[in-house]
């Protein structure tokens, strides 16, 4: 049982004693490693100013939002800020050269951010396509306004050869750090830890978590990081289901999603940005129970179900008896979710979700809705329907999902207010989300009646 976090740091091993594991990785880059290029924006990983590049074992180089990561998150990874960027001779980054060479920068203190985010794109060899760079920046934003010039700096850099990382450092025991943090590396320790300390955080990804301790500045007492699990690190896929385990992320459960459903492509594109679906979970998002949570109302469309693991055993549940009430869920102290399982499409079936946000990007919904139904000679024989944003938890459209069987769009548009009464906010009033709710429906209703008219409907 390790007691020190242990990572690489810009090729750099490094090992920390002495400093709080719930310090977030931003605080420790400025505050104790001087590394300032490295800037807080909004402390809540939406401007991307804060970015660094996470070097995986696989040789992935992801993206994340240091502002929200912890410390404790980063033992056993390799982590490289803009100072880590180093050219030929010592010299600049090829990806530097090309931010300068194409003048994008104004005020430069979104740039370090933008050069991380160039950097891992640059390494995944992707293509300088407008929708693939749109993406890869979706996450940094420049208060400057100078997005031409860096998305002709992303084309330059496309395609770029980047040697390999270096391999983190080995890690394969666990972590116990001042008896607060701890990350377990079977399932077995993480039951023995979970029943021993029922009141402990758990932490995924931390995207929701990691506001308590950059936002708040009070971050919890107790963590235990789920990470590093390997059971549920897990993605199994075979002829009649798709299990994801609680703490894979986004990134790596999407290509196995996509594939299965495939209008979830369009969809996991605006969960966030890159640097959230790195470290963000699915796993988290349900446990964390929030109404505005973009993948519950796919979930509960897709019909998912959630394996719970405590000492005493398991159990499985339909995912809408999963979630009790405002952030509350069936969750017993000693349980953890251990995955998530969803069957996949039948003949004749057809799946379809859809999220209204104020913003395309990097916004949380106002309404989201997951759909799947199951059409016969032109009529719906069966239909799940889920929403958010629309009452105090993800749900079920029951009222909807009847109307469409026995009276088609114009009964289940109609039974919408018999399902919801949603509560007004800033993001939109009752009556907005209802309408729009009305509106999805209908925009339902012309995927199935003009299917050639499907991806245009998906861009809208």
Known sequence: MADRLSFTLNDRPIEIAGVSPMTTLLDWLRDHRGLRGTKEGCAEGDCGA???????????????????ALLGQVDGLSVRTVEGLRGAAGGAHPVQVAM????????????????????????????ADPDTVHDALAGNLCRCTGYRPIVEAMGRVAGLAIDPPPAP????????????????RSLDELLMLRSAH?????????TDLGLDASRARKPPATIIHLAHVAELKAIAADDEKITIGAAVTYTEAAPTLIE?????????????????????????????ASPIGDMPPVLLALEASVRLVSRLGAREMPLEDFFAGYRKTALAPDEVIQSLSMPRLWPGEV?????????????????????????KDGRIEDARVGFGGMAATPKRAMHVEAALKADGFAGAIA???????????????????LQVAANLLRRLELRIAQPSRALELEAL
């Open 50 to 68: 804060c970015t660094v590049v996470l070097e995986r074992e696989d040789g992935r180089r992801e993206a994340v939002n240091s502002c929200i």
């Open 198 to 206: 029922p009141d402990a955080r758990l932490l995924a990804g931390g």
């Open 260 to 288: 299965a459903y495939p209008a979830l492509r369009p969809y996991l594109s605006r969960l966030g940005s890159r640097q959230i679906r790195n470290l963000g979970t699915i796993g988290g998002n349900v446990g964390n």
């Open 351 to 375: 799946f379809f979700c859809d999220k209204v946000s104020k913003r395309r990007d990097q916004d949380i919904s106002t309404v989201a809705a997951g759909y799947r139904l199951r059409l």
């Open 415 to 433: 039974a919408v207010a018999k399902d919801f009464q949603p509560l007004s906010d800033w993001r939109g009033t009752a009556d907005y989300r």
């Open 169 to 184: 450092v080995a890690r394969t025991a666990s972590v116990a750090i001042d008896g607060v943090f701890f990350a377990p």
């Open 100 to 127: 300068a060479e194409a003048d994008a920068t104004q005020c430069g203190f979104c740039t370090p951010g933008f050069v991380m985010s160039a950097y891992a794109f640059a390494a995944g060899g992707e293509k």
